[in-house]
Nanobody, 124 residues
Framework: QVQLVESGGGLVQAGDSLRLSCSAS????????MGWFRQVPGKEREFVAA???????IIADSVKGRFTISRDNGKNTVDLQMNSLKPEDTAVYYC??????????????????WGQGTQVTVSS
């Protein structure tokens, strides 16, 4: 069993930055593909960013140029740096693990493990 824990969420103003981190106990995250998704009430979970084992990444068009995904192998985390935040970025953000991970994927069904989520609220 894999337990993923997200951290770094909070309440910020439009234009601010936040850095989310995803950690896992007992697992080396660099061995897996990892993704970040977000969800608002009443809507489907939405892809944000993903990174493969080889550190290749993809970013959703809606956040491209503002968000980046990276690994900190020393800390065993996968981070989502969010800059120039907008009110429409408000959501619960989830990290997820893909045991395959040879390519970064935006498909929710490819991810076997999910964290509990962290709330990000951007005020206008």
């Amino acid at each position: 069993q894999v337990q993923l824990v997200e951290s770094g969420g909070g309440l910020v103003q439009a234009g601010d930055s936040l850095r989310l981190s995803c950690s896992a106990s007992g697992r080396t995250l660099s061995l897996y593909g990892m993704g970040w998704f977000r969800q608002v009430p009443g809507k489907e979970r939405e892809f944000v960013a993903a990174i493969s084992r080889a550190a290749r990444y993809i970013i959703a068009d809606s956040v491209k140029g503002r968000f980046t995904i990276s690994r900190d192998n020393g800390k065993n985390t996968v981070d989502l740096q969010m800059n120039s935040l907008k009110p429409e970025d408000t959501a619960v953000y989830y990290c997820a693990l893909d045991r395959g991970g040879w390519s970064a994927t935006m498909s929710l069904s490819e991810y076997e493990y999910w964290g509990q989520g962290t709330q990000v609220t951007v005020s206008s």
